[in-house]
């Protein structure tokens, strides 16, 4: 961003802070370490981060790109504390794709606990696989999908210009269209709702009431489609 004095430099904060409580409000952040204060200051500290980084030449808004920042600088102190992790992620998965194979061998739905009984799953594993799920939604997709524990995310990787040259440019086209391939094989409503919480922003209750279910639906929809999501672009990690 163009250089600035500390005044205009702090006006600016100022003026985004809404968006840092409206970012920390969406995130799932129970059974942790922190609290609510906690974590807006470290929404703070990303978008100060974001005002050093932006540009403008990218045709980016700077509220999409702050926000992008702010939720990433919060999921890496979630992660780094042991919020969520590479192993409970690679869990999760195994545990969907235990759950897709089960249900097609017994062509019907399985529940949860048919799978933990399947699986012969102790209680402290059942307790990992759910703490994993209600940590999803404070994650980003660049964690989720690719194990990325820095805080750079998905969009800035497929819209940054610092290339290294024609083999940087070839691996990005390639992510994008892997990306966009893994999208489309989704089912329209869990495109959908990839949609309405990851680029309108709205909360699971607010999608809930879209999609016409209930919220805890909501969840294990968005729980589906991003393991599914992470399975097809497993190549990428």
Request: aromatic share 6%; glycine share 6%; charged share 25%.
């Amino acid at each position: 961003m163009e250089a600035m004095n500390d005044l205009q430099r702090q006006q600016l904060i100022l003026s985004h802070l809404p968006l840092v409580h409206r970012t920390v409000s969406k995130m799932h952040y129970k059974g942790t370490a922190f609290e609510r204060e906690d974590l807006i200051q470290v929404g703070v500290i990303g978008l100060m981060d974001a005002i050093d980084r932006f540009q403008p030449q990218l045709g980016v808004p700077f509220d999409y790109y702050a926000g992008i920042r702010i939720r990433g600088t919060i999921t890496d102190t979630l992660r780094k504390a042991g919020h969520l992790s590479k192993e409970k992620l690679a869990a999760l998965s195994l545990f969907y794709r235990e759950k897709a194979a089960l249900e097609q061998q017994l062509m019907r739905s399985v529940t949860d606990d048919e799978l933990f009984d399947h699986l012969e799953m102790t209680q402290k594993e059942q307790r990992g696989i759910f703490q994993t799920m209600a940590a999803l939604p404070s994650a980003s997709l660049e964690e989720i999908l690719f194990d990325d524990a820095s805080s750079s995310s998905l969009q800035e990787r497929l819209v940054s210009e610092d290339t290294d040259g024609p083999e940087e440019a070839v691996m990005k086209e390639a992510l994008s269209g892997a990306l966009k391939s893994a999208l489309t094989a989704l089912e329209e409503r869990d495109q959908l709702l990839l949609q309405l919480y990851y680029v309108e922003g709205l909360a699971f209750k607010e999608i809930a009431a879209v999609l016409e279910v209930s919220v805890p639906r909501v969840s294990q929809l968005h729980t589906r489609a991003l393991m599914a999501l992470r399975a097809a672009l497993d190549g990428w990690r």
